[in-house]
């Protein structure tokens, strides 16, 4: 009996074994619980270029079944081709020592001067624009609201799992399993940081849109795995 479970086991886990691709998490189909991916492992399908539409021809490639942003190569921030208003992201990420990059959300091709919010992945400790105060930290609404003071980053070069959840107007940042930031889009809150920001001058920053899921290019290294949303009923 053990050696016919021991044998019926083997042939469950050879294929995943075999296959890093689904060791990852890609290309499979939306589960029962509703979680899709965003990135196949393979290609840069569901992919294009902020305001273009293709992909560009450098500064990112699939490399071992990882999103890459080559380093000293722009090509541009890149953009999922579908839109989403609630839903839950998650994903995986890591930079090399001094790196700067971001995931932004709820972005809109009309306003490219904020295109989106930014949840700002960075080395704070090596990175001169992490050194310039909370706003600008990892897991921060970069340079409107910060993340909390005791944030669990690892190091640069080690992976991180973060989240996005958007219900409404609620937006939560979380960070290697803990919830780092919250806030109300359009919230007298979120009006007051924007006004002292960057973007005080972009119209209906701040504010509840549907928009594209994008990765930035900053020029440095960073690799992205396990990319992955969920779309949330309206609260």
Known sequence: MRIQIKRILCLI????????????????????????????GKSFDGWRGYRTKAMPARGW????????????????????????????????WRIGPGGNNGIKYLVTEDRPSAPGHEYQMIDDKANE????????????????????SDEPLKPAGEWNSSRVLIQGNHVEHW?????????????????????????????????????HILLTDHKDECWF?????????AR
């Not at 992490?130 to 909390?148: E, W």
């Not at 006004?195 to 119209?203: D, E």
């Open 13 to 40: 886990l050879l294929p995943l074994l075999s296959d890093p691709v689904s060791l990852n998490g890609a290309g499979a189909q939306t589960g029962s619980d509703g979680w899709k991916p965003l990135f196949d």
């Open 175 to 211: 960070l290697n399993g803990k919830k780092v930031l919250e806030y109300e889009l359009g919230s007298d809150v979120v009006k007051a940081a924007v006004a002292k920001s960057k973007f005080r001058n972009a119209p209906g920053f701040g504010e509840k849109i549907k928009g």
């Open 61 to 92: 490639k699939v490399e071992d079944g990882i999103l890459k942003k080559v380093g000293a190569e722009h090509g541009g921030d890149i953009i999922t081709e579908q839109t989403f208003d609630n839903f839950e992201l998650s994903w995986e």
């Open 225 to 233: 795995r396990n990319m992955r949303i969920r779309e949330l009923p």
């Open 129 to 148: 624009d992490g050194k310039l105060g909370p706003k600008h930290a990892t897991a921060s609404f970069y340079d409107v609201l910060p993340p909390a």
